[in-house]
């Protein structure tokens, strides 16, 4: 069935460095691609999405590529912020599809 | 404001008293679903529910029960707790954006069995 594979953290981070979380994912068809983030103590949010491949997502300056050769969409950002400090999840759904395969999400932490 | 709401947001109580997580909505959206949180297991679906009257089962729906009686209103009912169903539990409203569902997520319940 279909899958997401996160890189395991917690990631630590210094304010301003460069942010890159892997995520591969396995599926049948063509799926879309999200990157969903966790605040502490809050529900998940939708951070950026991509429908097909080569698109590239980008939010809050946070950027993600669908990359189909590689079956991945690793998500970056130039230069983190303590408020970036959060839960981020990779997931996937079938196109079109309702039903919303989540991977077991990434702890980042930023130290000012 | 848009939202999703859920009640209570810390629950601790003991095997076979029964439950039940309170769920609501204020966007009209007619998906919407249950999620549990596991440290190292992400979110796994629970059930969902396409409208109102229209519920199926998702990944891990043993020992669960939903109702969907009205579009805004999703519970989640355990109707005899265990220990195994400590975890953090989210509901989520569904809509469709161009070729993608987009999930709104309440801010989570806390459910301790003892």
């Known amino acids: 069935g279909d899958s997401v594979t996160q890189m395991e953290g917690p990631v630590t981070l210094s304010e301003e460095a460069f942010l890159t979380i892997n995520c591969t994912y396995t599926?049948?068809?063509?799926?879309?691609l999200f990157w969903y983030v966790q605040y502490p103590g809050e529900g998940l949010q939708l951070l950026l999405k991509a429908t097909k491949a080569d698109d590239k997502g980008s939010n809050k300056g946070f950027e993600a590529t669908y990359r189909k050769e590689t079956t991945s969409f690793h998500l970056e950002k130039g230069s983190v912020q303590v408020s970036d400090s959060a839960v981020y999840f990779c997931?996937?759904?079938?196109?079109?599809?309702?039903?919303?395969?989540f991977g077991a999400g990434t702890r980042l932490f930023v130290k000012a | 404001e848009a939202q999703v709401t859920q009640n209570p947001r810390y629950l601790i109580t003991v095997t076979g008293k029964k439950l039940t997580v309170t769920c609501s909505q204020n966007?009209?959206?007619?998906?919407m679903s249950w999620y549990r949180q596991d440290p190292g297991l992400g979110l796994r679906q629970i059930y969902y529910s396409m409208n109102v009257e229209v519920t199926d089962k998702g990944d891990v729906p043993e020992g669960y029960k939903v109702s969907r009686k009205e579009k805004r209103n999703f519970p989640l009912i355990l109707e005899s707790p265990s220990p195994n169903q400590t975890s953090l539990y989210f509901c989520?409203?569904?809509?469709?954006?161009?070729?993608?569902?987009?999930?709104?997520f309440g801010p989570g319940t806390r459910l301790t069995v003892t």
């Open positions: 997931a996937l759904s079938e196109a079109g599809g309702f039903k919303t395969i």
């Open positions: 966007m009209n959206h007619e998906y």
């Open positions: 599926a049948t068809g063509y799926p879309s």
């Open positions: 989520a409203s569904s809509v469709r954006q161009g070729e993608v569902y987009e999930q709104y």
